[in-house]
């Protein structure tokens, strides 16, 4: 059993930042990705940033040079750092992890339930 839970969120106003914060746990062997993605009602789920185990990061075009994502591998979490927030920004920020639970079987795919960050104007 894997369980990924979201902390921060809340209100922000524009220009400002924000950081987030998702915590892995249960039988994990071992995490080869995290990331984040965002979504607002009635749209579909956008990837934001994911980072590999190894330290191989990429971005989504909108939020290059103003989020950074990053992992403490010895917690079991990943972080995203947001700066110059703007409206666009606001969404449901989700954590995803692929998390493999013993060595040699399947990796499985682990979600949170979401963190809401409303950026004001």
């Known amino acids: 059993q894997v369980e990924l839970v979201e902390f921060g969120g809340g209100l922000v106003e524009a220009g400002g930042s924000m950081r987030l914060s998702c915590v892995a746990s249960g039988t994990i062997f071992s995490i080869p990705l995290m990331g984040w993605y965002r979504q607002t009602p009635g749209n579909q789920r956008d990837w934001v940033a994911t980072?590999?185990?190894?330290?191989?990061?990429n971005y989504a075009d909108s939020v290059k040079g103003r989020f950074i994502i990053f992992r403490d591998n010895a917690k079991n979490t990943v972080y995203l750092q947001m700066d110059d927030l703007k409206s666009d920004d606001t969404a449901a920020y989700i954590c995803h992890a692929i998390v493999q639970t013993s060595s040699n079987i399947p990796w499985g795919n682990y979600w949170g339930k979401g963190t809401q960050v409303a950026v004001s104007s």
């Open positions: 980072m590999t185990k190894d330290g191989l990061i």
